[in-house]
């Protein structure tokens, strides 16, 4: 009797785990095919909940139903017009036929490597065929200018497909190489591209050469800027001085023309003020002939010697 429990107790714990081996749960973010011995049995799994299979001999190949990410590795490339840049790709990808999926590939892993290969090859390609110019721009813009300098330097060369076109066409080729493995490519961008040291030097050697230039074509234009301003100084200021000196003069001249009247008035009217004016006179009239070197001599009567005489 003991036996038989034991018997009962193992074979539902076998049908149990028989029956959760033959059980399997799929999230919304899942999708599955079956395999016996490592070949695919059945139709793909890809609606999420309880799903089942045979226990034991079949076995469950999950594959992610989300859209996945695909980064490539930096290249140094030749542009059409022998230009090496270094190009930075990155794609996105989704598992839509996990069966042809399995049955390619295998796994996510080889999927990987698999656009790899495609998606470098195509990139390279493109880059290759495509001028520089089209790679970096997309449209052939008119460029808003801030500075009334860089109006010259600021002339674009038009383009014949433009950077968006080419990406298109690589995810359209490169879609049409992987349209048997069960996968599509759903975006492909450049991420990123770079001149080689050797160019990128020379770039920035000819950016400092024009800036350079600017900046002696300011310096050009400030040096004749202070001259002239350097001129109009030195004109106003003569003219400024000519003027002061003819009112000077004209004012010394009034001065001296009413000094004349005063002492003519003055001599005019007696002869004590006739005395004080040719003395006075002589005075000023020594004064400006006479130094500490200077010798002079007077007859006895010069009117001089007789204010000197006196004086003694």
Sequence with gaps: MK???????ITAIVIF?????????????????????GKPVGGPRTEPGLNFKAPLIHKTQYFDKRYLKWDGDPNQIPTADKRFMHVDTYARWQIVDPLQFFIRLRDERSGQSRLDDIL??????????????DLVRSTNRTPEVYEDYLQELEV?????????????MVLERANERTADLGIVILDFRFKRMNYVTEVRERVYDRMI??????????RSEGEG????????????????????VREAETIRGRADARATEIYAAAYNRNRASRELYSFTRSMESLEKSLDEKTSIILTTDSELFRFLKNVR
């Design 17 to 37: 785990f028989l029956g959760l081996d033959s059980m399997f749960i799929l999230d919304e973010t899942q999708q599955a095919i079956v395999t016996q011995f």
């Design 209 to 218: 050469s024009e800036r350079n230039r600017i900046a002696d074509q300011f």
């Design 3 to 9: 036996s038989k429990h034991i018997a009962i107790t």
């Design 225 to 244: 800027e202070a001259r002239k301003i350097e001129g109009d100084k030195e004109r106003d200021l003569a003219q400024i001085q000519s003027e002061a």
């Design 156 to 168: 674009l060369e038009d383009i014949t497909v433009g950077r968006e076109a080419i990406e298109a």
């Design 120 to 133: 470098d090859g195509e990139t390279r390609n493109a880059v290759a065929s495509h001028d520089l110019l």
